[in-house]
């Protein structure tokens, strides 16, 4: 009986890291007649206002997300011990495939995403916002993965000054 009751539990830590660990987000494509940031604008404007946002991002806002994002939306160079126990391997794969579908932060801004630059970081702002991400199962690994109040203050900045470069006011 008590086998048969630790299987139970594995499976039901296994099964809610599939339901919880990504949420209810779809996985949405843009339509090609969109412009890349979902306006209208010039190119060269928009390529020069990508830039400007770049900047500011690889100087505030990517050394936060390097350490605190970029095991599920980046480049994990350096797997923790237990990624070889059979099973978890797997359930970190999914999950890391996962997240990069949604936003893969590995190069810097505009993210390589399934959304235009503006709708990632719409959806960044509400993530932050929701105090959605990182999931609990990575949490539950990792204490120190939220983040901290002025690393929030720090990415809201980024996202608001971005925001209004181009062109959102809202």
């Not at 190119?43 to 970029?70: G, R, S």
Request: one cysteine or more; glycine letters at 4%; a neutral charge.
């Amino acid at each position: 009986m008590k086998k048969f009751n630790k299987n139970i539990l594995i499976f039901g830590l296994f099964s809610s890291v599939l339901l919880f660990g990504h949420g209810d987000n779809k996985h949405v494509k843009t339509s090609s007649s969109q412009t890349n940031l979902g306006i209208k604008i010039e190119e060269n404007k928009k390529i020069e206002d990508l830039n400007i946002i770049n900047e500011a991002y690889v100087k505030d806002v990517k050394p936060i997300f390097k350490i605190k994002c970029f095991d599920c939306h980046g480049e994990l160079k350096n797997f923790p011990w237990y990624y070889n126990i059979p099973g978890i391997k797997q359930l970190m794969d999914y999950d890391m495939k996962e997240a990069k579908k949604h936003i893969d932060m590995s190069k810097d801004f505009p993210f390589l995403s399934h959304e235009t630059p503006l709708k990632d970081l719409k959806s960044l702002k509400e993530t932050l916002e929701e105090d959605e991400m990182p999931p609990i199962q990575y949490v539950l690994g990792h204490w120190d993965s939220r983040l901290t109040e002025d690393e929030k203050k720090k990415v809201f900045t980024w996202i608001e000054s971005s925001l209004k470069i181009l062109g959102e006011t809202k």
